[in-house]
């Protein structure tokens, strides 16, 4: 059998109490979703498949900031971000600023397959969506009880001076290898509490959240977005990789230890090559991780 | 002295009737747009004063995609995205989905420098640039003829379908070179006739249609919006040129004829290094651009 692999993020930055806390429910939430990837590709499912079920099943768990358990804006509204890559087309999608839209993640698929757009956002994707039937919730649906005190936390403590230089990050992810050496990658994210609306973070954005390319590897990024952003961090992975021939852990410590090494702020990646070699890298206090390679035992982590 | 250059482009794409009969209109535009970046950075100004000035100039020119002369969008409506990058910081602003703000480029500058966000959309980066007292403009002003007409046309033949396989471009932005050895990059598009709403492209995105990094280039991308981003054009070029130690053309005729040699669409770029060399590569008909090297007299081409 060929080898088959995947990994998956719950985000990358400072420790919590709340994560202290739920530390065992972070946990099982990222090893159902590695076994639901995981099952897939065992199946002869496609790397697609999988990232796109491990990622809906990250955002349909309240603990995570995303889908289910986004963080509210400074308007008290959730605002979605996701996208996802297919490493052997060369295809992608992407949504940004999505609301209503059960699995954000699954609504970037579909502008990937079935539109020649790759980003869409806001209103224009939210009819898309119901256009097509994807599964729709109710504003409530969305939001937890953890997210509305995070967000009456930072209500009271924020000037509008403190929202516009507000440090953002929480995230989920997937990348995988299916049986036919396909790789795929996703990402998604709810946001960061009472944030600018309309603030749109790596999690949609190709080349700095997500990237996939069956010349090199797929990646899922997280972290203090901005820093994804202008640093590219997802597809400087895969670029490196591609031009100096290393292995793929090599190409993760390069870009996050070496060519960003000066940056101020939280980076962290998951990410697997066409042979299933895991790369995982960060350069924060705590990445929430798990990955299964072939037949071996699941891993999960959460701190260093 | 040292190397002051700046060139300016204003889409890659066919050719067209009206594009035909209106070349001298171009030309000047491109011209303006070049003399007044060219005039920035002789005084000793900043790449980035440069860069946003020559795009101000491209959005206020009626005949460009971008500000002043926007596509409408298949709600009629104006949406318009712009994005920022200074070489010297490492720093970039982007906005989308913008409406009614006069000049985009100037308020992705104010992002970038004023918040510690990247990217803002939508409602929530016209609330920024009217708490900031940037100039705005009724619907009418960005309005024109030409676009009015290719709106009725593109309307009476498509579909829903062919709304979403619409293929995407029309684009403006700048590269310069300052005295200080500074660089700075700028993009800014209307979008195009009869997209759908909400619909991103490269030129908002850092890394496809926009990336400066003093280490080694500034890019300015244009054409099938959707290829810019899926392949990173912008950033491809700049890092191949830091990791290869190669000249700047050879950076850029290797992404855009070697890696993206069979990408089925149309994909240019402006870009200058830091000893002001220029790099200008297209694989399209033609490619809208105008460039001024120290005191050399201004060149400006639309086709090869």
């Known amino acids: 059998m060929n080898n ?32 639901t990837g995981y099952k897939i590709l065992k199946g002869g499912g496609s790397a697609l498949d999988a990232v796109e079920n491990a990622v809906r099943s990250l955002e349909d768990n309240p603990l995570f ?14 605002e979605m971000d996701a996208s996802i890559m297919d490493g052997k ?13 059960k699995n954000p ?46 967000f009456i936390k930072d209500r009271k403590q924020d000037d509008y001076n403190a929202i ?21 990658a996703a990402t ?22 997500c990237y996939a390319n069956n010349s090199s590897c797929a990646v899922s990024g997280t972290g203090d977005g901005e820093l994804l952003i202008i640093n590219v961090i997802a597809y400087s992975i895969a670029f490196y990789m591609e031009l100096k021939n290393c292995s793929l852990q090599d190409a993760c410590d390069y870009v996050i230890h070496q060519r960003n090494m000066d940056v101020e702020g939280d980076i962290g990646v998951i990410a697997v090559d066409t042979r299933g070699n895991l790369g995982v890298c960060f350069n924060s206090e705590r990445m929430h991780r798990a990955w299964k390679n072939n037949e071996e035992k699941i891993t999960v982590k959460i701190y260093k």
């Not at 087309?89 to 839209?101: E, H, I, L």
């Open 65 to 78: 900031n995303s889908g289910r358990g986004s963080a509210l804006n400074n308007k008290g509204e959730v």
């Open 188 to 209: 998604s994210t709810g946001g960061t509490p009472n944030c600018l609306d309309g603030r749109i973070g790596d999690s949609c954005v190709i080349g700095a959240g």
């Open 89 to 101: 087309k060369n295809n992608a999608g992407a949504v940004s600023m999505v609301r209503n839209v």
């Open 105 to 150: 993640v699954t609504l970037a698929r579909f502008i990937m397959e079935n539109t020649s757009h790759v980003f869409l956002s806001g209103a224009g994707a939210l009819e898309i969506a119901k256009e097509e039937d994807l599964a729709l919730e109710g504003d409530s649906y969305f939001i937890t009880e953890h997210q509305v005190e995070e």
């Open 4 to 35: 088959i692999s995947i990994a998956v993020q719950g985000g990358a930055g400072e420790d919590s109490e709340f994560i202290k806390s739920h530390q065992s429910g972070y946990k099982k939430g990222l090893e159902d979703a590695v076994n």
């Open 164 to 184: 516009l230089k507000k440090r953002i990050h929480g995230t989920v992810g997937a990348v995988a290898l299916d049986k036919a050496g396909n790789l795929a």
